[in-house]
């Protein structure tokens, strides 16, 4: 099972997107390996543009949801006190996206993508390197 980052849900659902991810995210659609949680679907559903609505709709009936527990603010939270304490600033949502796969210890290329980053990385960096994140 993979956690599917919203970027590249993204380039999945471009008519341009990146053949590369959107190769990647359809064979594990086909595999029934892709998986979302609530963070990513927010992200998703207030970015959609019209044209690709009916997609992502198709995209989510086919993949697994993970729901965002109440347990999971409380580790969002210890994982935000954590990298804060070592100068790193992370924008929420991608906390957010890291604290299921962490819980549930799959391999979500977000998840190590930030936390594999060395310290003293801004919020600017790590958006200005968020491509890297999109692969799945």
Not at 42 to 48: A, K, Q, R
Not at 100 to 115: F, G, M, Q, T, Y
């Amino acid at each position: 099972m993979r956690l599917i980052d919203s970027s590249a849900w993204v380039e999945f659902l471009r008519p341009k997107g990146d053949s590369r991810i959107k190769h990647q995210v359809a064979r594990l659609l086909e595999a029934d390996q892709a998986a979302y949680t609530c963070p990513i679907h927010f992200e998703l559903l207030s970015g959609v543009r019209r044209n690709e609505e009916n997609d992502l709709r198709q995209a989510f009936t086919m993949s697994h949801h993970f729901p965002f527990t109440p347990g999971d603010w409380l580790s969002a939270a210890a994982f935000e006190r954590l990298w804060r304490s070592k100068g790193v600033i992370i924008p929420r949502n991608d906390l957010f996206v890291v604290t299921v796969p962490s819980d549930v210890k799959w391999r979500s290329c977000a998840a190590i993508r930030i936390l594999t980053w060395p310290e003293k990385r801004s919020a600017k960096d790590l958006k200005s390197n968020n491509s890297d994140a999109a692969s799945v």
